[in-house]
Every structure is written in C-alpha cells, then in structure tokens.
C-alpha cells in the first residue's frame, strides 16, 4: 500500500507474439482459479454488508449510537515486521453502507503516543500512524480503490492493480474523512461516495474489502485479511457479502479552469480550458480536453544523472491519469511527456467484465516544422485465470502524413502465491523496417521479504528510431540478459531491526554480437533500532560507445529518522564515469517548525576531474509547506543548479473550495524553464481557478 515489424534483429519476436495470443484464448475460455481462493486450509474473513439507519457524522469520534449494529472486523495480522502473527495493538473497524455511501470507522488503540505529521493530500500517509480501506469494487481480486487517512485526517487515495504489483497515487476521487485523538489511542472516520468509484452491477453482491493499519513507531502495518505477499495484494482480501445497491451512477462532471499570467517585460496573458467526463455506461466513461493546464506548479526537479540516457519525468496533466495503469508496460511504447502542447483531445476508459480498455486520441499544438501532429494510443485488457492478464497496445503519431509507432502484446502472469511472469512483443514503424522489433521475458519469484527474476530483452537496432516521437526507449540495439536478487530480513532482537541486501547482474549485446555493456551492483541497508540507519552500494560496468569505458562507483551513506517526520540522511559516492573521476556528495534534512508548517531541503554536489563538459555543478532544493488547513496551504520551492545557471523560486497559494478538484490559486514565478535547461523567466505572477460542474 505504500506506497514498476518483425525485424532481422529481432526474428524470435514470432513465436513470442504467438504464444501470448494463444495464452489469451486457452486461459480466457476456463473459469478464474484463483490461486489464493484455491488454498488449502485459508479462511477468508466476510463481513455482512449493514445498512446504516442515518449517515454517521464525519468528526472522527465513533460514536456507539451512531454506529450501532455495525459489521465489526479485529483481529488483525502483520505484514511487516513479524508477517502472519497478531498485531501487537487491538484495531477496531465498523462498517456501513446506505443508497450512496460505504462508511468505516477505526478504532486504532495504542498505549504508546500517536505519531502523525503529514498535512498534504497524497503523502506517504503510512509513514504516519495511519488507516486505510482497500475496495476491490468489481470483486475481480486484482484490482482496487486504496483510501487512507493519518491521525490528523490527511487524505490519500490510490488505485491498485496487477493484484498489488502496481499502485498509482495520481487517481483523485471526492470523499469525506476525520480522524481525532481518543483516550487510549485514535479514531477515524470514512465516507466514500459511490459516485466517486466503479463497480458492476446492482442488487445483491460481494465486494472485496480490506482494513490496513500502520503504527510508524514500530514500524508495524497489518491487516484484516492476511497475511499478504505485497502491502496493496487484492487477492488476499475479505468480503463484505450482501450489499445491495441501486445500479452504478452514471457520473459526468466538467472541470474549466482559467489562468491568468502577468511577467515583467511580457504583454499579460490569459488561458482558459475544460476537462470533461461523460459517462457512457456506469463502467466506461468518454474524457474530452480543451488546452488542458500542466499543472507546474513545481518545475521538474533537477538532478545529477551520471548515465548517457534520458530520465524519465512524471505526468501532471489530469487527462491523463486516470487509467495510465494500463500504459505502464515495460517496454515503453506510449511516454506522454512526449505531447508538449495539446490543443485538444478525447479518450474513453471503461471495464466490462474481464475486459478493460482505454483509447485516446489527442492534437498537439504546430510543432517546430509548422504543422499539428495527432497522437493515438489504444490498450484493450483481458483479466484471466483470477489475477493474471494478457493485452494489446498501439501506439500511433502521425505528422505530416508520416505515421511513427508500434503495436505490442504483453502477458502478466501469476502461476502461484509468488511465481509468476510477465512478457511483452513489440512490432515497430517508421523510417526503418529492420530491427524494429522488440520482446522480453521475465519469470520472477516475489513474496513479502524477497524478490527474484531472470530476464531476457531483445530490442531491435532501429526501434528507438520508429517509436521515440511517443515513446521512450533509453537505448536499443540489444540482446540483454538480466537478473536481480533483493531480500529484506527482520531482525526480533539486538541493535538491528531490518537488514535490506539487493543485487542486479545485467549484460547486453548489439544485434551483430558486438558485447555492448555488462554491470554489476551490489548494496546493502540497515535499520538499527535506536532510528539511526546506514548503507553500502558497489557497482561497476562496461560501457562502449565511442570508445570502451570502465565505470565504477561506490556509495556510503548514514541517516537519522524520528520516525515523526524529521529526518536525515547524508551519502558520499566517489568513482570513475566515463574518463572522469567523480566525487558526488548528497544530503536530505526534513522537519516540522510548527505542527502546520514543514520544511525539506536537499543538496547534490557533482566534482568531475577532467571536466570537458562543464558538469561539476551544485543542486539545491528547498520545499516548504504551511497547512492552515488540509484544503488551504501555501507551498514554496526553490532550486537551483550551477552547471546550467538555473535559479528558480516557486510560491502558490491554493485553496480548495471543493476538494480535490475545485480550487482558487495564486502563484510567483522566476526562472522557471523546462528540465535540464537554463532560467530565463522574470518575475511572473499566476492567478487561476478550477470549477467543478
């Protein structure tokens, strides 16, 4: 819950493509075995879906009237540290429901004092005394709604799929929670709206539900339903029979915003646009964008990248992220950041039993030649065997009458608790029809403390060429083996409480056979139990580009956590990269000033000797937050890097009237500019205002 064209080069994709369309219709055809369902010996706790008499008052006090009659869980079981035992402290959770909300209360008993800190929605919550509700709506058992709320109310709210192998803290939905101190410990409360999820059908029916709770003092989280193999695992989650509910509202909503801008030295600007969502069924639902806003309020943050490959930087327009699960393959054929400018676009997501598909189309502003260029992306999803899937992605720019993508299949399969596979082939286009082809095949072991997988890639000499106009391949012209081994152990008794060993041996080869690269890394952290911490990290590598280079790096780095939010942590790494000597310092240093204003700052220093280029730079990032209250703040941001002379300062003013959409805002600006390049911006000044219809 806490919260990865049939070329010469690439001929053995055939028989890939082959078996994964196969293995689509052999396990599509049977009924779902779930292999978790299907073991021997396990209770799967239910609880009894109770009609609330009266909505309960969100306030975080859990009032015994209110909740009277209540479907009650306790008993929960750790995950971490000691999986599979009772937790060391009593939970209480109740649970309602009525026409248009589920309703759950905690009772989070501890003798020892609550730990809370974070006030900004979508924080790492349990890094906090926190509790969460998990809400396999459709009862698929790989898919869910994860809501969470701290001790202090903060809200979280994510969706899981892959059965916990991928979470994504984008999602944003509207609900209601509380939390307060009680004698004793603390309580907290919920409302979910219906509206703000999806689910199949009306009448009688089972969800599956769980209950989570971390205590950050002991580094303990448990569950209901347990224990699990992965935190966010929806598989292993109870049920909450006989909730009979009116049929899926068919839910529309339209977010205009508008956005004023005044610079020195510049004319004043104005910008308005909309996001719409219009439900098609209760399930599928059509999205449409007009001049969707980037939302920077932060630049992207800058960072020392001692590698020849591009970084990858995270999506921030709202158009985008529901449903960018379903994109996340691992040869990444759809990128969004690669459509700067849009000027307008649509999309339709929807789930339809085992089927989930997810389309979209998009026109980008004139490029540089002077012309628009149209993006389409289209995935269809079928879920077998209960958790496992199989897929299909294409991925499309057309300019100027010139198209440039791929199509791919993929395959994520669970065989057992913990062994599984996931596979993918890539057929490419564009202004090569050789090596354009791309597959791999990864078998992996994963459970609660470990983690194993041996792959193998192949990716075509021209492939980058053919899709990187929508999609990010950092490096082709490979046939790649890779294997990684991580283990986290936890110490019951002495100075250590977690052990954390990871390696990862990889090779590659071009198309011809030519040895391209090989590396290894080796690393090692420690948890000691008076909150002090150290780790050690080895790698060295061959690379050959324009010539062989012999890399190596070692880092060693020690850290303070309170486990109360203040922290920090210093590393000093030093090598060779790439004909230089290189001495890279970092720290990280975070605190609370006042319960309701917090502050973060980070420093990398990079010393190359020779430096040709003018690397050797000094990053720093300054990060404060003051909370008046969870939905009225000012956050300021500040960094800079001297390689590039980049000096940016960040300050916004938000309050969401209606959270987490609706919202007013005012913002100061200077030397924003895009990632890796230099400050140019004078003092601007931002007003904008998102409604909610």
């Not at 969706?159 to 101190?181: E, I, K, L, M």
């Not at 719409?276 to 020392?304: G, K, S």
């Not at 026109?363 to 958790?387: C, H, I, K, M, W």
């Amino acid at each position: 819950m806490r919260v990865e064209r049939l070329g010469a080069g690439s001929a053995v994709s055939a028989p890939v493509i082959v078996f994964v369309a196969a293995l689509a219709g052999l396990l599509g055809g049977g009924d779902d075995l779930d292999a978790f369902a299907q073991e021997s010996g396990r209770r799967v706790p239910a609880l009894p879906a109770v009609r609330a008499p009266a909505p309960p008052a969100i306030d975080g006090l859990v009032g015994d009237a209110e909740w009277q009659g209540a479907a009650v869980a306790t008993d929960f079981i750790q995950y971490e540290p000691r999986r599979g035992e009772p937790s060391g402290v009593r939970t209480e959770t109740l649970v309602l429901y009525d026409a248009g909300h589920l309703y759950v209360a905690f009772r989070a008993f501890d003798p020892e004092p609550v730990t809370a800190q974070l006030t900004q929605r979508d924080a790492e919550l349990l890094h906090d005394d926190a509790v969460a509700v998990l809400l396999d709506s459709y009862d698929d058992g790989r898919t869910a709604y994860l809501f969470i709320t701290n001790a202090l109310g903060t809200q979280a709210d994510l969706r899981v799929s892959d059965d916990g192998r991928q979470v994504d803290g984008s999602w944003d939905a509207a609900w209601q929670s509380a939390a307060t101190r009680i004698e004793g410990g603390w309580s907290a409360e919920f409302a979910i709206p219906l509206t703000s999820i999806k689910y199949a059908a009306s009448g009688d029916q089972a969800w599956g539900i769980n209950f989570g709770r971390s205590r950050r003092r002991t580094l303990e989280f448990s569950t209901w339903s347990g224990p699990l193999e992965t935190e966010a695992q929806v598989s292993r989650a109870g049920r909450l029979t006989g909730l009979s509910v009116a049929p899926p509202a068919a839910r529309h909503q339209l977010i205009p915003y508008g956005l004023a801008r005044l610079q020195d030295g510049a004319s004043s600007q104005w910008q308005a646009g909309v996001d719409l969502r219009y439900a098609l069924t209760p399930q599928a639902a059509a999205y449409a964008t007009v001049n969707p806003d980037f939302a920077t309020i932060e630049a992207d943050q800058e960072e020392v990248n001692l590698t020849r490959f591009e970084i990858s930087l995270p999506e921030k327009r709202q158009f985008f992220l529901e449903g960018q699960e379903l994109f996340g393959q691992r040869i990444r054929t759809f990128y969004s950041r690669r459509i700067a400018d849009i000027a307008g676009g649509g999309k339709v997501l929807g789930k339809q039993g085992r089927w989930t598909a997810n389309a979209l189309s998009v026109e980008s502003d004139p490029l540089a030649g002077g012309d628009r260029a149209n993006y389409t992306v289209g995935r269809l999803q079928r879920d077998v065997f209960g958790r496992s899937s199989v897929g299909a992605m294409m991925a499309n720019r057309s300019l100027a009458g010139v198209n440039q993508g791929s199509v791919s299949v993929d395959a994520n399969l669970f065989f057992t608790r913990t062994i599984g596979m996931t596979a993918q082939a890539i057929e490419s286009w564009g202004p090569f029809a050789r090596g354009s082809g791309a597959f791999f095949l990864r078998p992996s072991y994963d459970s609660a403390t470990g983690h194993f997988h041996v792959r193998y890639t192949d990716l075509g000499e021209h492939l980058a060429d053919n899709i990187n106009v929508i999609g990010q391949i950092k490096d082709d012209d490979r046939r790649e083996i890779d294997s990684a081994l991580e283990k986290t152990i936890w110490v019951r008794n002495g100075a250590f409480e977690q052990v954390q060993y990871e390696s990862n041996y990889n090779v590659y080869w071009s198309q011809h056979g030519v040895l391209r690269s090989w590396q290894i890394n080796q690393g090692a952290d420690v948890q000691f139990r008076n909150r002090w911490s150290a780790g050690f990290a080895y790698a060295e590598e061959f690379k050959r580009f324009e010539k062989d280079f012999r890399n190596r790096r070692a880092a060693l780095a020690a850290g303070y956590n309170t486990r109360e939010y203040q922290s920090v942590e210093v590393q000093y790494t030093f090598g060779r990269n790439f004909d230089s000597d290189f001495r890279l310092w970092s720290a990280t240093a975070r605190g609370k000033v006042t319960p309701q204003l917090s502050a973060e700052y980070s420093l990398e220093r990079l010393l190359l000797d020779p430096d040709p280029d003018g690397e050797t730079t000094w990053i720093h990032v300054v990060r404060a937050s003051q909370f008046f209250t969870k939905d009225l703040f000012l956050k300021v941001y500040v960094q800079t890097n001297s390689a590039i002379d980049r000096r940016n300062v960040q300050a916004v003013f938000v309050w969401r009237y209606r959270p987490p959409f609706g919202s007013v805002q005012v913002a100061y600006q200077r030397g924003t500019a895009g990632f890796g390049e230099r400050s140019d911006q004078g003092h601007t000044l931002f007003l904008k205002t998102t409604a909610v219809f």
